[in-house]
């Protein structure tokens, strides 16, 4: 309730400022995750991950941290879609972030976690999908990416973030194994 009046409010507001337009997106994207971690309600999450991106994609492209936040709603409709073993449309969003998040650290090595991150999740889309061509897949994503996580990780060892996907990337490579056996 409290993100819907939130919502309510913010699409009052200018829809020439960036910034609201940011913070409108940021708050239907919030309130997804709200639905698809906690409700349940994967529809209701579904729709409101599609309004963040819709209004994250009209946003300038010369921000980073616009086009991070409209990577992140990528990834996690991603999450939902393979959740929901939509695997096609869950490969199409995450490819969408990958490449947002490839731009952006390219210009800024601050971004480098959250590229590794939506490569990882590729790997995990791979993984659920347990086909042996998808398991390949998986595994040439987790090899290429677990040494510069690694390397994330020795430069900033206590990054929750780092840790956080170096612990995913190790999990994801043991499934891997035992779905390979």
């Given at each position: 309730?409290?993100?819907?009046?939130?919502?309510?409010?913010?699409?009052?507001?200018?829809?020439?400022?960036?910034?609201?337009?940011?913070?409108?997106?940021?708050?239907?994207?919030?309130?997804?995750?709200?639905?698809?971690?906690?409700?349940?309600?994967?529809?209701?999450?579904?729709?409101?991950?599609?309004?963040?991106?819709?209004?994250?994609?009209?946003?300038?492209?010369?921000?980073?941290?616009?086009?991070?936040?409209?990577?992140?709603?990528?990834?996690?409709?991603?999450?939902?879609?393979?959740?929901?073993?939509?695997?096609?449309?869950?490969?199409?969003?995450?490819?969408?972030?990958?490449?947002?998040?490839?731009?952006?650290?390219?210009?800024?090595?601050?971004?480098?976690?959250?590229f590794l991150n939506s490569k990882y999740l590729l790997a995990s889309i791979y993984v659920s999908r347990r086909k042996t061509n998808t398991l390949l897949k998986a595994h040439e994503i987790l090899d290429e990416i677990k040494p510069l996580a690694e390397k994330c990780?020795?430069?900033?060892?206590?990054?929750?973030?780092?840790?956080?996907?170096?612990?995913?990337?190790?999990?994801?490579?043991?499934?891997?194994?035992?779905?390979?056996?």
């Open positions: 309730a409290i993100y819907e009046k939130a919502i309510a409010i913010q699409e009052q507001l200018p829809k020439d400022n960036p910034e609201y337009q940011n913070d409108l997106a940021g708050a239907y994207h919030n309130l997804a995750i709200l639905q698809r971690k906690h409700l349940g309600d994967y529809d209701s999450a579904k729709a409101n991950y599609e309004k963040a991106i819709e209004i994250g994609e009209q946003l300038p492209k010369d921000n980073p941290e616009y086009q991070n936040d409209l990577a992140n709603a990528y990834n996690n409709l991603a999450i939902l879609l393979n959740k929901q073993k939509k695997y096609e449309s869950a490969e199409l969003n995450i490819n969408s972030a990958i490449a947002i998040h490839q731009r952006l650290s390219d210009l800024n090595p601050k971004f480098l976690i959250d990780l020795a430069d900033n060892p206590n990054d929750s973030r780092a840790q956080t996907l170096n612990k995913n990337i190790n999990n994801l490579s043991d499934l891997r194994v035992k779905a390979e056996r």
